[in-house]
């Protein structure tokens, strides 16, 4: 074969080549455009062009008119709410929507629905006798708040985890886990606690002498260490310390023969979650393992000596934090005595010093305990109260109304009787019949208090209370109905640590809650709101 002939044969075959594969590539695509699935935006529904105007609603009596437009056409295949209730609708134009307010309805957003699609509608504030005292004028902190103490001047003393605190959103200040505030919830400067405690705050107690006593979870106060989760105050917040003699290694330096430590030396190895007073002494009950106490005689600056006893989540100390041996221990073998097999999540402390504790536990002390229990003058299980709860327990609070206890948690039954996770008890651990929970859905309630105008707070996860809108949040009745008047606030969001109660010029009690919240009445808010209870 010639050089041209060769040519043509190479040029030939790239040609064939070429068709071959502009039919198979033509074939491929023919099979692919067959094979392609249904266009997945297809089908979709049509825009309706309705259209909310978010003013808020003309209010006439229990008739709200709201700007909608592109409605008319629908006006027969309508559904209104307000947070989460149907309204009924009376009228509807070219330009607006009149509806009633359904009953029991509560604050928060509002929506129609025409043929499955939702359209959002403006906020509804609905007027009632629970609203936000405006006053109040704390705009809160940056971090749970454990505890209210109030003080005899007005004042309120706040602990937990929060490192700033502000009367308003640009006037923030900082502080770590200790603050005084006014009466209204204004931030005051007058503690001398400077960095205060490098780790969360649970307990605060005012001792005889005006001196405080705070527990936590905390190894310094102020950057002055050897503190062990407890210690003592100056009734200016400063910190109570004392000048101890320590061994010296470096007899040249003769500073290093004294230290300046916290006066009172008595702490825990874990967390103190809740301190009591009782005949001078203190008790503890948290989540700890030992007793702390250190040996300064035969410490250094650089290294303290600490001596540790084994103790369980019970402890009684006398007020310079020497620890109590008559009180959950064993002093015969010189042993600590068994805790509880689940956590303990609150306490109480009644009038004769006795404990009752709540939590998930099934034994305490090696005695059945079903997540409630009572503990004796001396630190062990007061076998008398037989109170018992087949889930766990997650608050108990003493009311001063009637001398009860308001518990709440995810049990459906207390002392052998059917209930619905919120019970009032007797002092003796009885259950009072003439408190009835209705059913939650949902989720479950988590705190639960009687105020002294015996009107009940309940909060937690639930959505609906006897198949009504609560959104974690209600007003009760002392026989437990809901409040009639007092449920008219939205969305409350998070957990509340403590309640404190007090009546305003008007006469009106207020209620002040603090813990870990976001949101009261659909509104957010940081960690504390106080309200009002009209009547």
Known sequence: MNAAMKHRYQHQHLKFVWILLAIMLGFSACRKADELPIDPYAGGKQALGIKFNLVAPKADGNQLTYKVTGLLPYKDRVKFYINEVEAIINTITETEVTVTLPDNVSSGGSNLIVDGQIFFGPSVNIKGKTELDGSFNAYGSNGSINQIYPLQNGNLMLV??????????????????????????????????????????????????????????????????????????????????????????????????????????????????????????????????NYAEYFYERSTRDRKVVGYTKINNLLRLELNGKMDSTYNFDNVTGTAIDAGN?????????????????????????????????????????????????????????????????????????????????????????????????????????FAAQLSNGKIIVSGTFKKYNGIVRQGFMVLNADGSLADGYNNTGKFQGTIADIYEKNNIQGYPTVILAGNISMFDAKSVNNIVRFILKP
Request: charged share 15%; no cysteine; net charge positive.
């Open 342 to 446: 689940g956590e303990v999540t609150a306490s109480v402390m009644q009038s004769d010093g006795k404990l009752i504790l709540v939590g998930s536990f099934t034994k305490y002390q090696n005695k059945t305990a079903n997540r409630i229990v009572r503990i004796d003058n001396d630190g062990l299980v007061d076998q008398s109260f037989t109170a018992a709860a087949n889930a766990s327990i997650s608050s108990i609070r003493y009311s001063t109304y009637n001398g009860k206890y308001m518990l709440a948690g995810t049990f459906s039954d207390f002392n052998g009787t059917a209930v619905n996770g919120v019970v009032r008890m007797n002092a003796d651990g009885s259950l009072d019949p003439s408190f009835n929970a209705l059913k939650f859905d949902g989720g479950s309630p988590a």
């Open 160 to 289: 937990g985890s929060f490192t700033d605190y502000a009367s308003n959103a640009s006037t923030k200040q900082p502080v770590n886990r200790l603050v005084l505030i006014s009466p209204n919830g204004g931030y005051l400067n007058t503690l001398a606690a400077k960095k205060g405690a490098n780790g969360p705050l649970t307990s605060i107690l005012q001792l005889p002498n005006g001196q405080f006593i705070i527990g936590g979870n905390f190894s310094s106060f102020n950057e002055r260490k050897s503190i062990n989760s407890l210690t003592r105050l100056h009734t200016n917040g400063s910190l109570d310390t004392a000048i101890v003699e320590l061994v010296n290694t470096t007899p040249l330096i003769p500073a290093n023969s004294y230290d300046t430590v916290a006066n009172f030396n008595g702490g825990v190895t874990g967390t103190v979650s809740k301190v009591y007073l009782f005949n001078n002494k203190l008790i503890l009950q948290g989540r700890f393992s």
